[in-house]
């Protein structure tokens, strides 16, 4: 298939929570607590949930306030 250069420059709005895995390298249950935490924004559409990769990306660029560093371990209340 023939991948056009403004096909490269597309950023997904919003990705599974399966590739958010593959993303960031985090188990399912450490991305599922991370949206459960607040640190990860999702969208429900139908049964399936979708991270929004704007918060993916700032949680792995640690642009989140210090606390949205993939290395860092949040502490439970």
Sequence with gaps: MIERAWERKI????VRVATAVCITGLSRSRIYELIQSGYLETTKVGRATLV????????TDNEGGGEGHAGHVLQRD
């Design 11 to 14: 950023k997904p709005l919003t």
């Design 52 to 59: 929004q990769y704007r918060s993916l990306k700032r949680f």
